[in-house]
């Protein structure tokens, strides 16, 4: 496998379900970031993590629950989700620090549907 | 605030044509890095190009280049002989000192046959 890999790639869950969404980078980076795509809106940062701790939260409601377990993995552990909480979610990671690029590398998604 | 704009919502142009697509944003720092990423339908987003602020040249990637200003605080991408696997959702990204960025709303781009 290379670059972020995503599982899965879709799922359809009921408000009283419990989920979880996971990520994985084989790039070797230190930060870590995950996003909702909406349809008409702009992308939206949920967390980030750098060297495994979350240095952003954007206000997101508690029943999005992020772990970073090591540099390399990343998951969303979703509960008691809203039908609003449909969206494409994004998982990202890049190489922090002065000398990188600052370029993020995106996985596939999961395609969340909640009904 | 910092903001990026993309006052397109939805392009289409005909295969092998040129075709611009605008950003513009707002900062008051000085160093910083652009960014234009591309989602194709049901695919992954894959970054098109990216910009240095403290660099005045133009980034360019084979087809694709920009119109940087950075007084005028624009981003444009210039894509060329366009191709059908063009077609796609464009993004324009800022990233400031604090490796914090930020996307527009993003242009949805397609190349007609």
């Known amino acids: 496998e290379t670059g972020v890999t995503q599982t899965p790639r879709h799922l359809v869950m009921g408000m009283t379900n419990k989920k979880s969404l996971k990520c994985e980078q084989h790039?070797?980076?230190?930060?870590m970031y995950w996003y909702k795509q909406s349809a008409k809106k702009p992308l939206e940062l949920m967390f980030v993590?750098?060297?495994?701790?979350?240095?952003e939260n954007n206000s997101v409601p508690s029943r999005f629950s992020p772990e970073c377990p090591n540099s390399s993995h990343l998951f969303l552990h979703l509960h008691t989700l809203q039908p609003e909480d449909s969206a494409l979610y994004l998982c990202?990671?890049?190489?922090?620090?002065?000398?990188?690029?600052?370029?993020?590398?995106f996985g596939p998604g999961t395609r969340l549907t909640v009904l | 605030a910092q903001t990026v704009t993309q006052s397109q919502p939805e392009m289409s142009v005909q295969e092998a044509e040129t075709v611009t697509l605008s950003c513009t944003y707002d900062?008051?720092?000085?160093?910083?890095?652009l960014f234009w990423y591309k989602q194709p339908p049901s695919r992954q987003m894959i970054l098109v190009i990216r910009?240095?602020?403290?660099?005045?040249q133009n980034a360019t990637e084979n087809r694709f280049s920009v119109n940087f200003q950075k007084a005028a605080k624009s981003f444009s991408l210039k894509i060329s002989d366009s191709q059908l696997g063009d077609t796609a959702m464009y993004f324009c990204?800022?990233?400031?000192?604090?490796?914090?960025?930020?996307f527009g709303k993003g242009t949805r781009l397609h190349i007609l046959p």
């Open positions: 900062t008051s720092e000085n160093n910083y890095y």
């Open positions: 993590y750098n060297f495994k701790e979350q240095t």
């Open positions: 790039l070797g980076h230190n930060a």
């Open positions: 990204a800022f990233r400031n000192r604090d490796d914090k960025i930020i």
């Open positions: 990202a990671s890049s190489q922090e620090g002065r000398l990188a690029g600052g370029e993020q590398f």
């Open positions: 910009q240095e602020a403290y660099k005045q």
